[in-house]
């Protein structure tokens, strides 16, 4: 079954053709970053404006790039939240017609759901369970996917994302937009060990995950040693920053698939880009005996395949949304999803 993909939940406008869950034949991605980049941040209601001006041309390259036209699309996928509602609605809007228009199923897909299935796109058909550290610009959840293709949510940070984190910090330390990879180039040239920042709710028990604290660390420090006269190696404090959300995610991450008695473990999302939570995640799921999952850093970050992938898990399985589906920008997980049979 040929899925079409459509993700417009936040910056990227994405469109992707995958066969039968697994064969990726276009992934189009049509980046938002430099709208965004004078903000340092992505602005919703650019977002929203930036989705209706680059979906269509995002389409057309997709079937192009996939050998395809409408009429061999077999069911349409669309990211329904959570995200920002007026960029979400734009490509549910997309997606209905279009699933309209063609008579074919049309199915709405949890974001994070689609991170997850991320991982089928190169390790095909995914065998639950498994443990899934997503980490994104907006989200930072450990979740737990069962034999029963249930999602439950294990823990989540209680306030910043990691990959707000990562921006905020960037930002500081006059790095450009977006600040993921920046302090991830950053650091390769600094000592992770250079500076003691806090490892919050490490040593608590349970996998929730809290980042403010951290950055308020690293302004602090910075505004104390610039008071002091202390030169500032700027790679020392993004690899410093970096390894206290790094270690608390790898050995959280561990910790739940030990707890779970799972073997298998992926890291999805934007930070799973991350070289730094790339390799120490490597390591650690190494030495504990576990599988680790890693897609390519491409589809890491958010992108039409996932959501197809995820889309065509649930067609197969029969589910179906109806065409009055809506966006909904704080849809949970746990929940089966937004779809509505
Ligand atoms: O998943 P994603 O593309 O969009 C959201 O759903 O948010 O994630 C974007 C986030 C940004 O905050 C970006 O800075 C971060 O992922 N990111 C990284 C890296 N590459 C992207 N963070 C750390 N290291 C990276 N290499
Ligand atoms: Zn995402």
Same mark, same amino acid.
């Given at each position: 079954? %040929? &899925?079409? /993909?459509?993700? $417009?939940?936040? #910056?990227?406008?994405?469109? *992707? ?6 064969? @990726? ?37 997709? %079937? &192009?790039? /996939?050998?395809? $036209?409408?009429? #061999?699309?077999?069911?349409? *996928? ?6 920002? @509602? ?256």
């Amino acid at each position: 079954m %040929l &899925v079409l /993909g459509i993700e $417009t939940s936040c #910056d990227e406008t994405a469109a *992707a053709l995958v066969e039968d869950g697994v064969r @990726v034949r276009a992934n189009v991605v049509g980046t938002q970053v430099e709208h965004h980049r004078p903000y340092g941040g992505v602005v919703p209601e650019i977002a929203a404006r930036a989705h209706l001006e680059l979906l269509l041309p995002v389409l057309d390259r997709t %079937l &192009v790039e /996939g050998g395809a $036209t409408y009429a #061999d699309v077999e069911g349409v *996928a669309v990211t329904v939240g959570p995200g920002l @509602v007026g960029a979400l609605l734009v490509g549910v809007a997309a997606a209905k017609s279009l699933a309209l228009a063609r008579g074919v199923p049309l199915i709405g897909v949890n974001h994070l759901e689609g991170h997850v299935y991320a991982v089928q796109l190169e390790y095909g058909i995914l065998e639950p369970p498994i443990v899934a550290l997503v980490v994104s610009g907006g989200h930072t959840s450990l979740v737990l996917l069962d034999e029963e293709g249930t999602f439950t949510t294990l823990g989540a940070t209680v306030d910043d994302a990691a990959g707000e984190a990562f921006d905020k910090i960037a930002r500081f330390l006059g790095l450009d937009y977006p600040g993921g990879p920046e302090i991830d180039r950053m650091a390769r040239d600094g000592d992770p060990a250079a500076i003691a920042f806090p490892r919050a709710l490490l040593g608590q028990e349970g996998y929730d995950f809290s980042l403010s604290g951290l950055k308020t660390a690293v302004v602090r420090e910075l505004r104390r040693r610039q008071s002091a006269g202390e030169e500032i190696s700027v790679p020392d404090v993004a690899a410093s920053f970096q390894e206290a959300i790094v270690d608390v995610q790898v050995r959280k991450t561990v910790a739940a698939a030990r707890d779970h008695d799972v073997e298998q473990v992926t890291i999805v999302g934007g930070v799973a880009a991350n070289s730094r939570l790339r390799a120490r995640m490597s390591e650690a799921c190494g030495q504990a005996g576990l599988r680790l999952l890693t897609p390519s850093p491409a589809l890491c970050t958010d992108n039409g395949a996932m959501i197809a992938a995820a889309g065509w898990n649930r067609l197969a399985a029969g589910e179906r949304s109806a065409l009055d589906i809506g966006a909904d920008p704080n849809l949970a997980l746990a929940a089966p999803s937004a779809v509505r049979p």
